[in-house]
């Protein structure tokens, strides 16, 4: 590494270079930084995701992979889960969300509240994800996400490991950035790996059951998640902009802001 970017954290500096780094490259760096115990792939089971176990089961005898249970996946999720367990032969920590706030928001709004504005999609999004993902990221110095930047007009920014101030100025890693969608699933074909039923249905980004849908060939792979609400705002909540953030870390000016998954 040539030279490091000093940062506002007793977490190791990110090396300055690391975009130059292959995905191999940049999960190895992030164990040696960080030590496999305080390190996790955040899965939620997508060909990246499937692609960045079979990764990190090459580099760590016991990766950590932890994943959220939001009570809506689709069985074909749960099925998959399982045989990647049996697979690489590791633990899986699945993550619940908080029984009484689940309880709480069906009550007021109702089982399929999502449908009725954008708010009550967020607040589901927010207790059925991301606190469950804020609870986990607590026990971490980084965390590992298939995000890539051709995946969605707020991922172009992606870097491949990034501060995430969200969530304590841990390590956000994305080592599969620059891939495109055919990498991917060329890496999971040579390797024969196990993949979502799903994606043999028309269904190229899977999700929670009610919200996602399939989608025809050529249609931006997005475009069946949270299908009914316009594209700029089809995020949940569990990433934002880092280069924003950044920016707003460092006192400068804060970039257009990013929507949330
Ligand atoms: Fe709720 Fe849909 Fe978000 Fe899942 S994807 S947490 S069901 S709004």
């Known amino acids: 590494m040539t030279r490091s970017q000093p940062l506002p954290t007793d977490r190791p500096a990110i090396p300055a270079d690391v975009e130059a780094l292959d995905a191999a490259g940049v999960l190895r760096l992030a164990l040696d930084a960080l030590g496999p115990e305080r390190l996790a792939l955040s899965a939620s089971f997508g060909p990246e995701d499937v692609v960045l176990l079979d990764l990190l089961a090459g580099l760590t005898e016991r990766p950590r992979v932890v994943t959220l249970d939001t009570g809506r996946l689709p069985q074909e999720t749960h099925d998959l889960i399982d045989r990647l367990r049996d697979h690489f032969g590791v633990e899986i920590e699945v993550l619940v969300p908080d029984p009484a706030a689940v309880e709480a928001m069906v009550r007021e709004r109702g089982m399929n509240l999502f449908y009725r504005s954008s708010e009550d999609r967020l607040r589901c999004c927010e207790v059925r994800k991301v606190e469950p993902l804020r609870r986990a990221l607590a026990t971490l110095d980084g965390w590992v996400t298939g995000l890539r930047r051709d995946q969605a007009p707020t991922r172009a920014r992606t870097p491949k490991v990034g501060l995430d101030l969200e969530h304590g100025l841990i390590w956000k890693i994305a080592p599969l950035?620059?891939?495109?969608?055919?990498?991917?699933?060329?890496?999971?074909?040579?390797?024969?790996?196990?993949?979502?039923?799903?994606?043999d249905q028309g269904y190229p980004s899977i999700g929670c059951a009610p919200c996602t849908r399939a989608v025809a060939p050529g249609e931006d792979p997005r475009s069946g998640r949270w299908w009914w609400e316009r594209p700029e705002s089809r995020e949940c909540g569990l990433h934002v902009d880092h280069a924003r953030l950044a920016a707003l870390a460092a006192g400068g000016p804060a970039a257009t802001p990013e929507s949330e998954r």
């Open 177 to 199: 950035a620059d891939w495109t969608e055919a990498q991917v699933w060329a890496h999971i074909r040579e390797r024969g790996l196990p993949y979502n039923a799903l994606h």
